[in-house]
């Protein structure tokens, strides 16, 4: 572009040089054609002077022209400078924008992480204030201790509770169910109250985690015992009970060993199989209901999580057989009283003499508190658990064996010869087994906002002491061998959890069959529930057997062998504060229950009746949990 503005500025100039030169020749219009003069020196000269002229015109306007190349020269170099320093400015430019950009995305960074800087300073001040909060509350008030790598976990209760019956037991809070009184005894017509703290109870959980498996200890204990000097004239110095006692490996894979004493498998439980899970009716009554199947003692069990729906688990537990039986011969032997020096209970509570006939010996015969088979073999029970995402349901098998000492000549009359010998004589004497047994089955599952429904069952032969009113698992045949009693326990209940009110309703049954035989030496029915034993002496009621004034007289001819205990149960919590403090609440229940036995002979000849003992009993009790 320069060099063409170059070449049309030095034809222009070249335009302007030639047309001045015509200008100069055609300036003298032409005239009339004369004669030529003659040339002279002067014209010569004036010719010199003339080209002189334009040469100097055109040398002055060569100067121009180089002049303006130049400034044409200077101009194009500043044009071209111009051009550069405006590339370079471009260049800052978009240096300078891209820069401005990254500054921008710098800013919008820097302002999220200030953003973000703020908002986990705010995080971390509240961590920090939540921090100091849990500490000093762990500090004041913690929920656990924390001892060489286990967590500790106290528990339990203080309780001030009441109960008042309309015929008086003689018990403190809990109710022997199977000991309600028949309509002659005197305490059928007196009425009682008893307070107490006994069940107050106390805890401790101990626990410690190893890489794949948790170790777990845990004890309980009430005061629901009574010692040689216990009575409630003035100090109430009752001894302290033990619950439960053991220990547990929880394995990751699902693996769940327990050993100690704890409740048996047979209770029904809430989650899965596991410990400290048992649905324990809700009653004040530390003796529960009617009709729920429990029992606390010494287990061994193996469970296992098939899928967090479905548990399988198996139990070895102590055996123990409940015996009732009327008019045998002592031609059996099933255990003994207590042995102290082997820390059982040798405690008596009656005992009779008999002089014979010709008044040289006495016979002095006692009754334990307490007498303690001689089992054969552990119970076993298997039981499996459903948790399929609407309830809780459970199937179990339970057997338990029995086994006693048989003397085919004991108790015979003094005349009779057996091998070779007059009177009893324990020759012959020999073992004998039986096996006993039944099924159960537990559902829970909640019909209605907070509402739900159990049912349990457990039917068998020889299962009497499962239930809460320990019924007799056995009686006793003629021949001196076990007679097992058909038994069945059936509960259902009904509870509504609020927020601060529990409500509850119970309706439980026990049943005992008839287990009887004919003695054909003694000429008689023996057994339990025979309806050839006397029953009209229940209603007959006798003066005290002694002058102490706390002997109430025994009825007489009154066997009254329970055939169904029957109970309807209602009561409430409410709960007047739960939280990081502890649990503080009150309860009420009403209980009616109802001894239905078996039917005897009545007043007169061809007739049976089946007297029927019943109670109905106000409990109250104020709680405080720790927390």
Known sequence: MKSSRNLCLLMALTLVFFSAGARAQTSTPPKAKKAKPAVTAADIQALKDAIAAQQAALAAQQSQIQALQNELHRKDQATQEAQTAATGAAAVAAAAQAQASQQQDAVVALKSDVADLKTNVTNTVVTVQETQKNVTAAIESP???????????????????????????????????????????????????????????????????????????????????????????????????????????????????????????????????DNRTEAVPMTIDPQYTVGFSWARQYGVRVSKNLSNKVWLAASMENSEATLTTHGNETNFLIGSA??????????????????????????????????????????????????????????YGLSTSFRDRLFPCGGVSSTTICYGKTGPTALGAFNDSKDGGGLGANARFTIAKHLDFGLHGLIGKGIGRYGTSTLPDTAIRANGSFALIKNAQGLGTIEWHGPKLDVY???????????????????????????????????????????????????????????????????????????????????????????????????????????????????????????
């Open 338 to 395: 207590g042995n102290a020096g082997g820390l059982y209970n040798s405690a008596i509570s009656t005992c009779s003499s008999t002089i014979n006939s010709t008044a040289t010996s006495v016979t002095t015969t006692c009754t334990p508190i307490a007498g303690y088979s001689f089992n054969p073999s552990p119970d076993f029970v298997v039981k499996l658990a459903f948790e399929p995402g609407f309830g809780h349901y459970e199937v």
């Open 143 to 273: 929920m656990a201790i924390h001892y060489k790598g286990i967590t500790i976990t106290p528990g339990g209760f203080a309780a001030a509770e009441f109960v008042r019956r309309s015929r008086a037991l003689a018990s403190d809070i809990n109710t022997p169910f199977n000991s309600l009184t028949m309509p002659g005894a005197s305490q059928s017509s007196i009425s009682e109250f008893f307070g107490s703290g006994r069940q107050s109870r106390l805890s401790m959980l101990a626990e410690g985690k190893l890489k794949s498996a948790k170790l777990s200890g845990y004890y309980e204990a009430d005061f629901l015992n009574a010692g040689v000097t216990s009575n409630n004239n003035e100090s109430n110095s009752y001894p302290l009970r033990q619950r439960q006692a053991w220990a547990q490996a929880a394995l990751d894979s699902g693996w769940t060993v327990t050993g100690g004493q704890m409740w048996s498998l047979v209770t029904e439980t809430k989650h899965g199989t």
């Open 505 to 627: 309703l119970n309706a439980g049954v026990e049943y005992a069959g008839r287990a009887y035989d004919y003695d054909p030496i003694l000429g008689k029915y023996v057994g339990y529930g025979s309806p050839h034993v006397a029953n009209f002496g229940c209603y007959s009621e006798t003066a005290p057997a002694v002058n102490n004034g706390f002997a109430p007289g025994g009825l007489s001819n009154c066997t009254g062998d329970t055939r169904a205990l029957i109970e309807g149960t209602a009561g409430f919590w409410y709960r007047f504060y739960s939280g990081p403090k502890g649990r503080m609440q009150f309860g009420t229940q009403y209980s009616y229950v109802t001894r239905q036995t078996w039917d005897g002979t009545g007043f007169s000849s061809g007739t049976s009746v089946a007297p029927e003992g019943l109670d109905g009993m106000v409990f109250t009790s104020l709680r405080y949990y720790l927390p």
